[in-house]
T-cell receptor, first 111, second 114 residues
Framework: GNSVTQMEGPVTLSEEAFLTINCTYT??????LFWYVQYPGEGLQLLLK?????DKGSNKGFEATYRKETTSFHLEKGSVQVSDSAVYFC??????????FGTGTRLKVLA | EAQVTQNPRYLITVTGKKLTVTCSQN?????MSWYRQDPGLGLRQIYY???????DKGDVPEGYKVSRKEKRNFPLILESPSPNQTSLYFC?????????????FGSGTRLTVV
């Protein structure tokens, strides 16, 4: 079946550091891929998405590229801020109309 | 404002006492879903609905019921709650069941069953 694996956290970075959170997936067909962010005490918010191979999703300085050859959708940001501290979830939506979420990666950015 | 509204935000109840968590969306979305979030397990789908009167089980449906009588509402019912249903619950909606639209999530309901 479909699955999503993302790197274990927590990830702790200093402000202005480069961020990478790895996400790989297993799926049949051509799923859509998403990154969601959850700030403390809130629900998940859609951060970015890509619906086909080689698409790049971007939002708020975050980027992720849908790589079919490596079945990956890594999240990157060139310069993180304290306000980026949150839990990040990689997710996949496939042909069964079900979303599969990763277990989440907590990011802590220190001033 | 486009949103998914869940109530209550916090709930403490006793084992066996029936409860309902409400979920309402104002975006005319077809697809709605309930998730529970537990440490180390991420989000697991409980039930989903592809449209009015169309519901189906997710990965962890035991002990839960849902209904979809109107497009905007998708309540989650625990007929006889047990302590293992203590969790953080999220309702989410999407424009359609096709996977490429993304979800809008509610703010969550933290349920404690004692």
């Amino acid at each position: 079946g479909n699955s999503v694996t993302q790197m274990e956290g927590p990830v702790t970075l200093s402000e202005e550091a480069f961020l990478t959170i790895n996400c790989t997936y297993t799926a049949t067909g051509y799923p859509s891929l998403f990154w969601y962010v959850q700030y403390p005490g809130e629900g998940l918010q859609l951060l970015l998405k890509a619906t086909k191979a080689d698409d790049k999703g971007s939002n708020k300085g975050f980027e992720a590229t849908y790589r079919k050859e490596t079945t990956s959708f890594h999240l990157e940001k060139g310069s993180v801020q304290v306000s980026d501290s949150a839990v990040y979830f990689c997710a996949l939506a496939g042909g069964t109309y079900k979303y599969i979420f990763g277990t989440g990666t907590r990011l802590k950015v220190l001033a | 404002e486009a949103q998914v509204t869940q109530n209550p935000r916090y709930l403490i109840t006793v084992t066996g006492k029936k409860l309902t968590v409400t979920c309402s969306q104002n975006m005319n979305h077809e697809y709605m879903s309930w998730y529970r979030q537990d440490p180390g397990l991420g989000l697991r789908q409980i039930y989903y609905s592809m449209n009015v009167e169309v519901t189906d089980k997710g990965d962890v449906p035991e002990g839960y019921k849902v209904s979809r009588k109107e497009k905007r509402n998708f309540p989650l019912i625990l007929e006889s709650p047990s302590p293992n249903q203590t969790s953080l619950y999220f309702c989410a909606s999407s424009l359609s069941a096709r996977g490429n639209y993304g979800y809008t999530f509610g703010s969550g309901t933290r349920l404690t069953v004692v």
